[in-house]
T-cell receptor
Framework: GIQVEQSPPDLILQEGANSTLRCNFS?????LQWFHQNPWGQLINLFY???GTKQNGRLSATTVATERYSLLYISSSQTTDSGVYFC???????????FGKGTSLLVTP | SQTIHQWPATLVQPVGSPLSLECTVE??????LYWYRQAAGRGLQLLFY??????ISSEVPQNLSASRPQDRQFILSSKKLLLSDSGFYLC?????????????FGNGTRLTVT
C-alpha cells in the first residue's frame, strides 16, 4: 500500500513562531487532507488539498502532486495550535484515507 | 449542514464483555461510512468501511465486526472484548463515491478494556 511519511515527528515552538510540516507519499493520489487532532482527540479538517495551494487564516497548505509531497505552513503560532497534525491520502485504487503517523506540535507561551 | 454523532464518548469494559458503538450521520444521504482506530502512539488504522446499507468491507481481521442497518447508521461491535481492543475509535463519513471529497470525523469513543 501507499506509504505516508510526515516530518518532523515532534516540534516545539515558542508562541509567535512559524513552522512548516511536511508530508511525503509514495504513490499518485487523488485525495489529500490535513487534519489537526486537538488535546481532546477531536480530528478537525484543515484542508482538502489534492493539488495546489490553499490558505485559511494563519494556516496554508501546498500539495505538489507530481513530486508527491504536501506542506502545511503555520504562521504566528498560538498555544491553541498545539496537538497532532495528520496528513492522509487516498490513491486511485484505494477506498479510504491512509494516515501518516503525524507531527506532534507543542506551542509554548 | 451535515453532522456526525458518535457515542458513548468514553467506555470502560471488562475483558470478555460485548461491545456496541454507534455512529449516525445527519444531513446527507447514502454516505460512505468508516470506522478507524487510534491506538497509543498516534497512528490511525482503518477498520471497516461501508458504501451502502448492509455493505461492509474489513481492512484488518480482528475481534471486531461492523454493521450498517440503516443508511446513516454505522455500528461497531464485538462479542468478547480483548485487552488489545483498547483504543480511541473514530467514525467518519464522506459523500457517496467519496474518492475526491473530504472525510469528516466524529468526536470519537475512548475505550478502555480492563
Amino acid at each position: 500500500g501507499i506509504q505516508v511519511e510526515q516530518s518532523p515527528p515532534d516540534l516545539i515552538l515558542q508562541e509567535g513562531a512559524n513552522s512548516t510540516l511536511r508530508c511525503n507519499f509514495s504513490d499518485s493520489v487523488n485525495n489529500l487532507q490535513w487534519f489537526h487532532q486537538n488535546p481532546w482527540g477531536q480530528l478537525i479538517n484543515l484542508f482538502y488539498i489534492p493539488s495546489g495551494t490553499k490558505q485559511n487564516g494563519r494556516l496554508s497548505a501546498t500539495t505538489v502532486a507530481t513530486e508527491r509531497y504536501s506542506l502545511l505552513y503555520i504562521s504566528s503560532s498560538q498555544t491553541t495550535d498545539s496537538g497532532v497534525y495528520f496528513c492522509a491520502v487516498l490513491t486511485n485504487s484505494g477506498y479510504a484515507l491512509n494516515f501518516g503517523k503525524g507531527t506532534s506540535l507543542l506551542v509554548t507561551p | 449542514s451535515q453532522t456526525i454523532h458518535q457515542w458513548p464518548a468514553t467506555l470502560v469494559q471488562p475483558v470478555g464483555s460485548p461491545l456496541s458503538l454507534e455512529c449516525t450521520v445527519e444531513g446527507t444521504s447514502n454516505p460512505n461510512l468508516y470506522w478507524y482506530r487510534q491506538a497509543a502512539g498516534r497512528g490511525l488504522q482503518l477498520l471497516f468501511y461501508s458504501v451502502g446499507i448492509g455493505q461492509i468491507s474489513s481492512e484488518v481481521p480482528q475481534n471486531l465486526s461492523a454493521s450498517r442497518p440503516q443508511d446513516r447508521q454505522f455500528i461497531l461491535s464485538s462479542k468478547k472484548l480483548l485487552l488489545s481492543d483498547s483504543g480511541f475509535y473514530l467514525c467518519a463519513w464522506s459523500v457517496q463515491g467519496g474518492r475526491n471529497s473530504p472525510l469528516h470525523f466524529g468526536n470519537g469513543t475512548r475505550l478502555t478494556v480492563t
